[in-house]
């Protein structure tokens, strides 16, 4: 008795047009499906990000103004620095320390939470507001500027005086945001 081989079960050409329309259907997977849904993704994602900035924007944007007026520091400057040193309010330290700038101190959050951090901790985004107003008012050239309603002006002044680690990139982000949101 001889023992019929895999050959006579399979039907070749069925086998080949399977494997050619499974070709395709690949093909079409990669190059065009996908593609799409990533760009859809990122589309997406924008569109999220845009919307978390206005809503920060939004939220904000009263408290700027009104320190704006008592501070002679344009809320745009105050806004658009907060939203980036925050992250839009979603950074670690304006999370867990109501930080909103960035600006060094003490905190309690070792003690709670066993996390070191060279940030200081603030009981609500208003203190931070007002702390960093606060901060510009003791630079040197605050006086000079606080008759000035010019944002990039301050920003660049600001920037030169290294409130950032990284003044050039700061300044750049930061002038950004504020053509970006129309903020001056």
């Known amino acids: 008795m001889r023992l019929k081989g895999l050959s ?20 079409i997977l990669v190059f065009k499906i996908i593609p799409i849904i990533c760009v859809m993704l990122f589309l997406n994602n924008v569109c999220f990000a845009n ?3 206005i809503m920060y924007k939004n939220k904000y944007k ?3 103004d009104s320190l704006s007026a008592v ?3 344009p809320s745009g400057v105050i806004l658009s620095i907060s939203l980036l040193e925050s992250s839009i309010g979603e950074g670690k330290s304006a999370k867990r320390l109501n930080n909103f700038f960035g600006i060094e101190g003490r905190n309690n959050l070792y003690k709670t939470h066993k996390i070191k951090s060279r940030y200081k901790q603030y009981n609500n ?9 606060n901060l510009m008012t003791r ?13 990039i002006e301050w920003i660049k002044t600001i920037s030169e005086n290294n409130y950032s680690e990284q003044p050039a990139i ?10 970006s949101l129309k903020l001056c």
């Open 71 to 73: 501070y002679h520091i």
């Open 170 to 179: 700061w300044y750049k982000r930061v002038t950004q945001i504020i053509s």
């Open 62 to 64: 009263h408290l700027c």
């Open 139 to 151: 630079k040197k050239y605050y006086s000079k500027l606080k008759t000035s309603n010019n944002c």
């Open 125 to 133: 985004a208003k203190e931070s507001f007002i702390d960093f107003c």
């Open 8 to 27: 006579s079960f399979i039907n070749i050409p069925i086998l080949w047009n399977a494997k050619r329309v499974f070709s395709s259907t690949y093909r």
């Open 51 to 53: 919307n978390k900035t």
